[in-house]
């Protein structure tokens, strides 16, 4: 089975600071891979689908990039409303692992 | 306006039985693929069971299959999960979500607000 990973498991920034957050996955997945945002009690939103696609709605600070085994999520500039926890998800196959998660706090 | 409203959920003694429903409006019910996701308590994401739009077609993660059964009801709009052999880590709320594309799999675009499901004695 895939397994996917996540790095760095916490990150503290500020608000107007460039995030990064990868995600890798064990085995190629070409492009079918998501991003959710996910707040405390709150269901996880999709920002991302097909490693770049913006969901509808979601702002343009967010972008995803990367192919095969290896993606990124940025938020080009940090906002209040974007400290949640992020994840990433493939769709490669009819199995949808999650990575663990990226909490983004406030530094 | 797509919305999905979970119930169901509770307190259930480890050994027993659960179902646990998801009602959605707002789109072509049979037309998409729907999924379970579940949340332990403080951890992450874990997707648990797809079925297709016709519900034909039926997938889990290791860790349930042979326990729960993942099930639609097209004319009600209407999906389920049956939980047996409930053990204290199946323990999380579970969401259900749409699956994006109407034919393949894809992202989970919406979410339903989740409901609580705890194992204990």
């Known amino acids: 089975d895939i397994q996917m990973t996540q790095s760095p498991s916490t990150l503290s920034a500020s608000v107007g600071d460039r995030v990064t957050i990868t995600c890798r996955a064990s085995?190629?997945?070409?492009?079918?891979l998501a991003w959710y945002q996910q707040k405390p009690g709150k269901p996880p939103k999709l920002l991302i689908y097909?490693?770049?696609s913006l969901q509808s709605g979601v702002p343009s600070r967010f972008s995803g990039s990367g192919s095969g085994t290896e993606f990124t999520l940025t938020i080009s500039s940090l906002q209040p409303d974007d400290f949640a926890t992020y994840y990433c998800q493939q769709y490669n196959s009819y199995f949808f692992p999650f990575g663990p998660g990226t909490k983004v706090d406030i530094k | 306006e797509v919305q999905l409203v979970e119930s169901g959920g509770g307190l259930v003694q480890p050994g027993g039985s659960l179902r646990v429903s998801c009602a959605a409006s707002g789109f072509t019910f049979s037309s998409y693929a729907m999924n379970w996701v579940r949340q332990a308590p403080g951890k992450g994401l874990q997707w648990v069971s797809l079925i297709s739009g016709s519900g034909s077609n039926t997938y889990y993660v290791d860790s349930v299959k042979g326990r729960f059964i993942i099930s639609r009801d097209n004319s009600k709009n209407t999906l389920y999960l049956q939980m047996n052999s409930l053990r204290a880590e199946d323990t999380a709320v579970y969401y259900c979500a749409r699956g994006q594309r109407i034919v393949g799999a894809s992202a989970f675009d919406y979410w339903g607000q989740g409901t609580l499901v705890t194992v204990s004695s």
């Open positions: 085995q190629s997945i070409s492009s079918w």
């Open positions: 097909k490693a770049s």
